[in-house]
């Protein structure tokens, strides 16, 4: 008998699962340490999340989802109040309740037929516990299929503990997206020195203070006790370079960068 050997499917021709807004649940994963770009994206992505494209879309936050990078964390926990409400846990503060907390979500969305879509603003290794506790109770579970996490950063990687960063690839539909801090590479580039005119584009009182607060703290904890300096925040602009990951789960495209951004989603 003949050796019947099935053709290689490149990645680009596998058809791109999509993003259900009525079904599925966003995820976002924040490490805040010891960039502060995660405040602005935390900004921006509240700013998405109110555009009437997405205020149906069911999310959900944490914050102190880093690795095993060294430096200071940036307390973002007024912003994530104001951006998220109460939908948002801290595992920074408490790793274990934070866990329970996101697990609950994501098995009520699994349960109801959703998936689970994780961008990752900062690294792995809370997306593995979760994905750890996923499998263990759930044994029957493909969450090669179920659970998408997105990640645009190589340095992330290089900073999320090998043992996690296997086990996302391996048992989660693991996707690397170009870097969110440049143009015209895939993805939108949200990091610029050039200020924005925010004023020019938010009209809703509540988003600006939003804004107001991250760029607020942004400035307050840049560079701060030997934490990263974000000369791009330095400088006056803005860094919101997580989103990318963000707008790839939506589907956003022709978004070239922060200006863009703003222009077709402030409000």
Same mark, same amino acid.
């Given at each position: 008998?003949?050796?019947?050997i ?10 791109r ?14 490490d ?13 992505m ?19 989802a /880093?690795? #095993?990078?060294?430096?200071? /964390? ?11 409400g ?15 907390? #996101? /697990? ?14 994780i961008?990752?603003? &900062? ?23 179920r659970?998408?996490? #997105? ?18 690839k ?9 870097? &969110? ?16 005119p ?5 009209k ?25 300096l ?6 006056? &602009? ?15 495209? &022709? ?5 863009d951004?703003?222009?077709t989603?402030?409000?």
């Amino acid at each position: 008998m003949a050796l019947t050997i099935s053709p290689v499917v490149s990645s680009q021709e596998v058809p791109r699962v999509a993003f259900d807004q009525d079904k599925d649940l966003l995820l976002a994963n924040f490490d805040c340490k010891t960039d502060i770009d995660d405040l602005h994206s935390v900004a921006a992505m509240a700013t998405l999340l109110r555009h009437p494209n997405f205020n149906g879309v069911h999310a959900y936050a944490v914050a102190g989802a /880093y690795g #095993v990078q060294e430096g200071l /964390y940036v307390p973002p926990n007024p912003l994530f109040d104001v951006a998220f409400g109460d939908q948002w846990s801290d595992a920074h503060a408490d790793f274990g309740r934070a866990l329970l907390e #996101v /697990y609950i979500q994501a098995k009520e969305t699994l349960d109801a037929g959703g998936d689970i879509w994780i961008p990752e603003a &900062g690294q792995s290794d809370f997306s593995a516990a979760l994905l750890r506790q996923i499998r263990e109770r759930n044994p029957d579970l493909d969450t090669r299929n179920r659970i998408h996490i #997105v990640q645009h950063s190589d340095w992330n990687e290089e900073v999320t503990s090998q043992e996690s960063l296997s086990y996302v690839k391996q048992f989660a539909d693991y996707i690397k997206i170009p870097d &969110g801090n440049a143009v015209d590479n895939g993805s939108p580039g949200f990091r610029s020195d050039e200020a924005i005119p925010l004023g020019n584009y938010l009209k809703d009182p509540e988003l600006e203070g939003i804004w107001e607060l991250a760029i607020e703290l942004g400035h307050r904890y840049n560079g701060m006790d030997g934490r990263y300096l974000n000369t791009s925040v330095q400088a006056g &602009g803005l860094d919101f370079s997580d989103l990318s990951e963000t707008c790839y789960i939506l589907g956003i495209e &022709g978004i070239r960068d922060g200006l863009d951004f703003f222009r077709t989603y402030g409000q």
